[in-house]
């Protein structure tokens, strides 16, 4: 019995068919596993960044009250200073607005 080159050509067909819908089975269920996997690590990687920018406002706004105190304690100390000794800083100004105005009318 001879076996037909037809039928022979249709079964490797067939054979190849069903080893094609094994791999794409096999790789369906890998692309689901990788999704499930990147999902996962997405969100990891989402928390990590919401957890590091709540760390960071609240770094912020320790920092922003510090430099609030420290420029408030600035000011009180210039105050200070200047209402003890005004002359100083008078004649300071005094001389800036001379130069300054000296500049200014050197231009035409």
């Known amino acids: 019995m001879q076996n037909n080159p037809r039928s022979i050509n249709e079964a490797k067909k067939a054979k190849l068919e069903d ?3 094994i791999i794409r089975d096999a ?12 999902d996962d690590k ?4 989402r928390t990590w960044f919401e957890d590091i920018a709540e760390e960071s406002a609240v770094k912020a706004n320790r920092y922003a ?5 420290v420029a408030r304690g600035v000011m009180k100390d210039v105050d200070n200073t200047v209402s003890e000794n005004p002359w100083p800083y008078l004649g ?3 001389l800036a607005g001379i130069v ?3 500049l200014i009318t ?3």
Do not use: M
Request: aromatic content about 10%; charged content about 40%; glycine content about 10%.
């Open 19 to 21: 080893a094609l819908k």
């Open 27 to 38: 790789a369906s269920d890998t692309k689901d596993e990788l999704y499930e996997l990147l």
């Open 42 to 45: 997405y969100e990891d990687v």
């Open 65 to 69: 009250k510090k430099g609030v105190k």
């Open 92 to 94: 300071g100004a005094a």
């Open 100 to 102: 300054l105005g000296y």
């Open 106 to 108: 050197r231009r035409d």
